[in-house]
């Protein structure tokens, strides 16, 4: 079985979202995904709609999605990757060269994001910005 992982705060679920969930989920066997936490993300001064709990409960839910896990901390990439198994890490193209780290352990994809969409855009529109 080939094992696929990608990371995300996945806040304001939209298409672009599913897009990169099912072109990162035909990769592999099983896509895992790790989820930022709202922990972590306060330590990156982002603040989500909905909470991890809710963004966990809606990813689980997609069918392309085999498992959601936690993302706690910058460093815990290699941990998952080696501890479970993972033969590819998957991540939007806008994070390009910045993960390659991890090609010592798993092939490394950097796939095109969907244009026209994210989830900064949605939220300016709706405050009004």
């Not at 809710?54 to 999605?65: D, N, Q």
């Not at 290699?78 to 010592?104: H, M, S």
Request: hydrophobic share 35%; net charge negative.
């Amino acid at each position: 079985m080939k094992k696929v992982i990608t990371y995300g705060t996945f806040d304001l679920l939209h298409h672009g979202h599913i897009r990169l969930l099912e072109r990162a989920r035909a990769l592999g066997d099983h896509l895992t995904v790790a989820v930022s936490t709202d922990e972590f993300n306060l330590g990156k001064g982002k603040v989500c709609t909905y909470t991890y709990t809710e963004r966990k409960h809606i990813l689980e839910a997609i069918r392309y999605v085999d498992e959601v896990i936690p993302e706690t901390t910058w460093e815990q990439k290699i941990i998952d990757v080696k501890e479970r198994n993972i033969d590819v890490f998957v991540i939007g193209d806008d994070w390009t060269g910045k993960f390659d780290f991890l090609k010592e352990f798993c092939e490394v994809v950097y796939l095109p994001r969907t244009a026209g969409i994210s989830t900064t855009q949605i939220k300016e529109s709706l405050s009004g910005s």
